[in-house]
């Protein structure tokens, strides 16, 4: 009975692993947020969340976006993209497009913003594994509007928000749709300059992941493995019982 009991211990143990990433349920979209700048009082509720360093991001899809927030509770300042110059307010969003947490060339995206000329978003993809090398922004339909107020989280403070539709199709999410995501924010005044959660662009085993809403989900790696070793311990326990009836 002892060794029953330990087993067991042991596989509940495996089955109740977390991956070392951020877990993020991506919300579901009743109305779409309007992709403006500004951000409404109830227009990302139920949006999943991942804690920045200096704001939070904010996570909703439907079967044709990903919508993005960057609210940046802590730059007060707006520093706005300016033509050939280098010094303003900026951010990333890049995707492990497949989820497998690895690189993959011209799979996975980064959107970002482009001071000569200012035009944001552009899409860059992954070019070069020995360098973390992505290509120049190109065009992108899908959607990005910077603004500068208040919002829910900071009702009495202006500050930089950015907000996007970023659409699925320039993903490529996977069937299961479970992507990974991190996110760059750079602040010219007040001063920072963050990546979240990986350490870079291609620190693909710490990106954030993100399970998008609507799309078939798959047992995730470590309950697969536990659910292997259980159906083998299963039957490890089947053996011994029944020797133990035959002795």
């Not at 939070?56 to 899809?61: D, K, R």
């Not at 280098?86 to 913003?113: E, H, L, P, Q, T």
């Not at 090398?133 to 202006?158: D, H, Q, V, Y």
Request: charged fraction near 10%; glycine fraction near 10%.
């Amino acid at each position: 009975m002892k060794c029953y009991a330990s087993l067991a211990f042991v596989v509940v143990a495996l089955l109740s692993v977390a991956p070392a990433s951020a877990q993020i349920p991506s919300g579901p979209v009743t109305t779409p947020p309007t992709i403006d700048g500004a951000v409404g009082a109830t227009e990302w509720a139920g949006a999943g969340t991942l804690a920045l360093p200096h704001g939070t991001a904010y996570f909703l899809n439907d079967q044709t976006y990903l919508y993005v927030l960057l609210d940046v509770t802590a730059d007060t300042t707006l520093d706005p993209l300016v033509p050939g110059v280098y010094n303003d307010d900026n951010f990333g969003i890049a995707f492990d497009a497949n989820g497998n947490g690895s690189g993959d060339i011209d799979i996975d995206v980064n959107y970002g913003a482009f001071d000569n000329p200012p035009a944001f978003p552009r899409i860059s993809y992954f070019a070069d594994p020995a360098f973390c090398g992505w290509t120049g922004g190109g065009a992108t339909s899908s959607l990005g509007a910077e603004g500068f107020g208040m919002s829910p989280a900071a009702p009495a403070t202006n500050h930089v928000i950015w907000e996007f539709a970023l659409l699925l199709s320039e993903i490529s999410p996977p069937s299961t749709g479970r992507i990974g995501t991190a996110v760059w924010l750079l602040s010219v005044n007040p001063s920072f300059n963050d990546l979240t959660p990986a350490a870079d662009l291609c620190d693909w085993a710490n990106y954030a992941d993100l399970q998008l809403n609507g799309f078939d989900t798959a047992v995730p790696v470590a309950g697969a493995v536990g659910l292997a070793i259980l159906v083998a311990l299963v039957a490890i326990v089947g053996v011994f019982v029944a020797r133990s009836r035959l002795g």
